[in-house]
């Protein structure tokens, strides 16, 4: 964090985007389709976004996709929305590794098939090495839950006696998340409508920009992007703080 942000100033970013992709489902709804359509529909807004997010020179940007309480939904369509992440990456892989493209996957592995989960650890070998934008997908993830296994493994640490546990702080166990190699987001963006965060990135959007956009998934664009990046920059950034009046001075001797 630079003086200039601590005293109010807004920054030219964001550099991290976080996006809650939701409204696939109300899309088709509307439109008398099956939910399907509406998560297809959904991952062309996908591929759509992260073209656009390059484009707009956003440095990281990270979607969500398939949360930890997802798995509640009824068992064909989870089954279909795992094969639209296989697609995505068997299909858009090469393309993201040739545009410079690091994927990161975060979330929990052990509830994936050993298929998709061989694929994820494919998409990010593959693409380790690049140094362009940095595409995360929240895939099976739940920010309590990383939290929690976090929690855990340093519990193991400190029982084993490798760490002590004083020396746990915010520093440490940030370095322990999901997320531990990406900047926390500057600008996380939800839209459909809905104005909560549905346990996404609760440690690290502690200090993040929020905007909800009316824009159900399926439609959203590069324009739509663009008015939540021109809505972030009209705010100001205090951490915590409090600007100082432009009139300060007056009356100073």
């Given at each position: 964090?630079s003086?200039?942000?601590?005293?109010?100033?807004?920054?030219?970013?964001?550099?991290?985007?976080?996006?809650?992709?939701?409204?696939n489902?109300r899309?088709?709804q509307?439109?008398?389709l099956?939910?399907?359509?509406?998560?297809?529909?959904?991952?062309?807004?996908?591929?759509?976004?992260?073209?656009?997010?390059?484009?707009?020179?956003?440095a990281?940007?990270?979607l969500?996709?398939f949360?930890?309480?997802?798995?509640?939904?009824?068992?064909?369509?989870?089954?279909f929305?795992?094969?639209?992440?296989?697609?995505?990456?068997?299909?858009?892989?090469a393309?993201?590794?040739?545009?410079?493209?690091?994927?990161?996957?975060?979330?929990?592995r052990?509830?994936?098939?050993?298929?998709?989960?061989?694929?994820?650890?494919?998409?990010?070998?593959m693409?380790?090495?690049?140094?362009?934008?940095?595409?995360?997908?929240?895939?099976?993830?739940?920010?309590?839950?990383?939290?929690?296994?976090?929690?855990?493994?340093l519990a193991?640490?400190?029982?084993?006696?490798?760490?002590?546990a004083?020396a746990?702080d915010?520093a440490?166990?940030?370095?322990?998340?999901d997320?531990?190699?990406?900047?926390?987001?500057?600008?996380?963006?939800?839209?459909?409508?809905?104005?909560r965060?549905?346990?996404?990135?609760?440690?690290?959007?502690?200090?993040?920009?929020?905007v909800?956009?009316?824009?159900?998934?399926?439609?959203f664009?590069?324009?739509?992007?663009?008015?939540?990046l021109?809505?972030y920059?009209?705010?100001?950034?205090r951490?915590?703080?409090?600007?100082?009046?432009?009139?300060?001075?007056?009356?100073a001797?």
């Amino acid at each position: 964090m630079s003086a200039g942000q601590r005293q109010g100033q807004q920054p030219a970013g964001p550099s991290h985007v976080a996006i809650i992709m939701d409204g696939n489902g109300r899309w088709a709804q509307m439109r008398g389709l099956p939910r399907q359509e509406g998560h297809r529909r959904g991952l062309e807004a996908l591929r759509r976004t992260v073209k656009n997010a390059g484009e707009l020179g956003i440095a990281v940007l990270t979607l969500y996709s398939f949360s930890t309480e997802n798995w509640r939904r009824p068992q064909a369509e989870v089954s279909f929305l795992m094969g639209l992440l296989k697609r995505f990456v068997e299909k858009d892989l090469a393309e993201l590794d040739a545009s410079g493209v690091k994927v990161r996957i975060i979330g929990g592995r052990e509830d994936l098939a050993p298929d998709l989960r061989r694929l994820v650890e494919h998409a990010e070998a593959m693409t380790c090495n690049n140094t362009g934008m940095t595409l995360a997908i929240a895939f099976n993830y739940g920010s309590r839950d990383e939290i929690v296994r976090t929690a855990r493994a340093l519990a193991t640490e400190v029982a084993a006696g490798r760490i002590a546990a004083s020396a746990i702080d915010e520093a440490l166990f940030s370095s322990r998340l999901d997320t531990s190699d990406l900047p926390d987001p500057e600008l996380v963006i939800r839209t459909s409508g809905e104005t909560r965060i549905s346990n996404f990135l609760l440690w690290q959007a502690a200090y993040a920009e929020f905007v909800f956009s009316p824009v159900l998934w399926p439609d959203f664009d590069r324009t739509a992007l663009e008015d939540a990046l021109a809505e972030y920059r009209r705010r100001e950034r205090r951490f915590g703080g409090v600007s100082e009046p432009a009139d300060r001075n007056v009356g100073a001797a």
